[in-house]
């Protein structure tokens, strides 16, 4: 029976190593005779480890402050967009302005081409044409036109001035007879009355 030289534990005799310890045993008996353990080693004093935290819990911060909202003021439009709706409504205006031009030299023109003649009296004071005839001077036919009639008083001041509107169509070159109508009331102290057409409309 033998002894471990280190621990003293009870071995069979043919071990290596201790099967308590580990130790290699250097010295061995056959016998019953007990070996005496060899004085335990000191420990060696060994410096503190930090403690490092548990990899599962993170490290304690003060919680970040909340993000607050700010309204941003709307971003003003493009210099280039401003221009393009400026020139945009350049344009347009000055497209009616050139049709609404274009349209009045038309009809000016038209209606310089007219000739109108007749008679005037007084009928109870409404002033009264008879045979009165339109003339279309004019390449385009006419629907209608406005015959202005001015009536002066005898040192040739403009008294008054009526409107009255002749239906037609009238062809180019067609003379249009009237029968006998009446265009308004008659100023007082009227010597001199004078109608012409002063716009037309084309007909479609």
């Known amino acids: 029976m033998a002894f471990c030289s ?3 534990a009870q071995l069979e005799g043919t071990e290596r190593f201790c099967v308590r310890c580990g130790v290699e045993q250097t010295t061995k008996t056959g016998g019953a005779a007990a070996a005496t353990p060899s004085a335990a080693t000191p420990p060696v004093a060994m410096p503190p480890q930090p ?7 993170p490290p304690q911060h003060p919680p970040a402050p909340l993000p607050i909202p700010i309204m941003m003021p709307p971003p003003a439009p493009a210099k280039g967009s401003s221009l393009k709706w400026i020139v945009m ?9 050139y ?6 030299h038309q009809h000016q023109a038209l209606a310089q081409a007219q000739q109108f003649i007749g008679n005037w009296d007084n009928v109870n004071g409404i002033v009264q044409i008879s045979q009165g005839q ?3 001077g004019s390449d385009v036919a006419i629907q209608s036109a406005t015959l202005e009639c001015k009536q002066f008083a005898q040192n040739g001041q403009t008294i008054s001035s009526l409107d009255t ?6 062809q180019p ?20 009355l004078q109608c012409n057409v002063v716009d037309v409309n084309p007909a479609q």
């Open 6 to 8: 280190n621990c003293g």
């Open 51 to 57: 403690v490092q935290p548990f990899a599962g819990v």
């Open 89 to 97: 409504v350049i344009v347009v205006v000055a497209g009616g302005f």
């Open 99 to 104: 049709y609404n031009h274009s349209r009045h």
């Open 134 to 136: 339109w003339r279309n």
């Open 165 to 170: 509107k002749l239906n037609g169509p009238a």
């Open 173 to 192: 070159g067609q003379t249009v007879i009237f029968s006998p109508f009446q265009v308004g009331q008659m100023a007082q102290g009227v010597s001199k």
